[in-house]
């Protein structure tokens, strides 16, 4: 049983991945490129993608294997979240749990770090700090996950109306305590900033959609089948 | 729709075996989405720059 839903974790990951890394190739690529244009104009300074350890067009091939991979290990995770909340947390209806449960995964995994931490294009961001960053990256994915969880333990005692401020309590609280981190040049470009971060978010949403709705649509061919 | 107990849980005892598999995919999550240099060596930095525009889009920190 758990295999089942493993594999099938790992097949809607793997569709996930593949049609979120079309979303970042078709919406994305264009503001990397734009970004690369600046960072190359200032010239010098921190990683330079001159060098060409791998061409940019090995980088857009890279894009893909990268959203793959990384919905593969989503899809992994995911299904074996849904074999724990089965039956104790959520819808009880299966299709209706593989949703609900990538709607949370996208909030506490993605949403909720992106409004503190979004993620920046080339040209933005001190190497210098990477390791910090990642540090304020990881425990804000964490609270998301403790909120998540907080959220669902609190929903199945007192509903929505006790699970939705808990939720938002939790994270807010971590917004308000952890250190904000700005490191976008004054010169850069407002619009290519928000454009490239929403079409971050958008690849995720399509990552987490897809990874959910395919997820759903295996369950159900699968109980027609037995 | 909402038929209760359409669902029996899956006692811990039994998902807990595949809890194995959580630290392989969070190396491979690892791989993709950090700075992997380091890691593999050269290969890291192979990994890091062909994954670059994946890891920007993905939203994780990045140099």
């Known amino acids: 049983m758990i295999k089942d839903f493993f594999l099938r974790g790992l097949g809607a990951g793997a569709v996930a991945g593949l049609l979120a890394g079309l979303f970042g190739f078709l919406v994305g690529e264009p503001f990397i490129d734009q970004a ?34 990384y919905g593969l290990v989503i899809g992994g995770l995911f ?56 540090v304020l990256y990881l425990v804000m994915l964490a ?9 669902a333990v609190i929903h199945r005692r007192f509903g929505w109306v006790a699970a939705v401020p808990a939720f938002l309590v939790i994270v807010g609280v971590a917004y308000a305590v952890l250190p904000g981190v700005q490191e976008v040049p004054p010169e850069f ?23 959910g709705s395919v997820f759903a649509l295996l369950s159900a061919r699968q109980r027609v089948r037995v | 729709m909402s038929q209760m107990s359409s669902s029996p849980v899956i006692p811990v ?19 993709v ?25 993905l939203g994780v920190p990045c140099h």
């Open chain 1, 36 to 69: 690369i244009a600046i960072e190359e104009a200032a010239a010098g300074a921190g990683h330079s993608h001159a060098d060409e350890l791998v061409s940019r067009g090995g980088q857009a091939f890279g894009l893909f294997l990268a959203t793959t991979l």
């Open chain 1, 79 to 134: 299904a074996l979240a849904y074999a724990f909340v089965r039956g104790r947390f959520g819808p009880a209806n299966e299709q209706a749990l593989a949703v609900t449960l990538a709607a949370g995964g996208f909030l506490a995994v993605v949403l909720v770090p992106f409004l503190k931490y979004p993620g920046n294009p080339p040209a933005v961001g001190d190497p210098d700090t990477i390791g910090q960053r990642t």
């Open chain 1, 143 to 151: 609270i998301g996950l403790l909120a998540l969880g907080a959220a």
């Open chain 1, 189 to 211: 470009p407002a619009v290519l900033l928000w454009n490239f971060r929403v079409s971050s978010l958008g690849l995720q949403a399509v990552l987490w959609g897809v990874l």
């Open chain 2, 13 to 31: 005892r039994t998902l807990l075996p595949w809890s194995a598999a959580v630290p392989v995919l969070l190396i491979v999550a690892y791989l």
């Open chain 2, 33 to 57: 989405t950090m700075d992997s240099a380091g890691v593999l060596a050269s290969a890291g930095d192979f990994l890091h720059e062909l994954m670059h525009d994946g890891r920007h889009l």
